[in-house]
């Protein structure tokens, strides 16, 4: 049982990237799941959500150029990231979880998370 994450890079101001959060050994359509960062020397940062029944959420400074999405043909979910600053700047983790209980403030207390994938923006 995994999440694997990838998609990382490094990337100028403005740019686009897209995340993807792979699951193996688990069905990731049948949890709550969420995309967290961690910059350097900050707290781990809760940025996206989406639910079992489809529903998202999204941290303020992310509303409008940040998207999560699934693909449950491929047990995956994606975020993709528009308009990127040097403040998204961060390593970026995946988690999953059962929908039974609230979405915690950091990755490992999810049910299962990832090692993690870096973003740098730079201008």
């Known amino acids: 049982v995994r999440l694997l994450e990838s998609g990382g890079d490094s990337v100028q101001i403005g740019e686009s990237l897209r995340l993807s959060c792979t699951a193996s050994?688990?069905?990731?359509?049948?949890?709550?799941v969420a995309w967290y960062r961690r910059q350097p020397g900050n707290e781990c940062k809760l940025v996206s959500s989406?639910?079992?029944?489809?529903?998202?959420d999204y941290t303020d400074s992310v509303k409008g150029r940040f998207t999560i999405s699934q693909d449950n043909a491929r047990n995956t979910v994606y975020l993709r990231m528009n308009s990127l600053k040097p403040e998204d700047t961060a390593i970026y983790y995946c988690?999953?979880?059962?929908?039974?209980?609230?979405?915690?403030?950091?990755?490992?207390?999810?049910?299962?998370w990832g090692k993690g994938t870096l973003v740098t923006v730079s201008s």
């Open positions: 989406i639910s079992v029944e489809g529903s998202t």
């Open positions: 050994g688990f069905t990731l359509g049948e949890t709550d």
């Open positions: 988690g999953a979880k059962d929908s039974d209980r609230p979405t915690p403030d950091c990755y490992n207390h999810m049910d299962y």
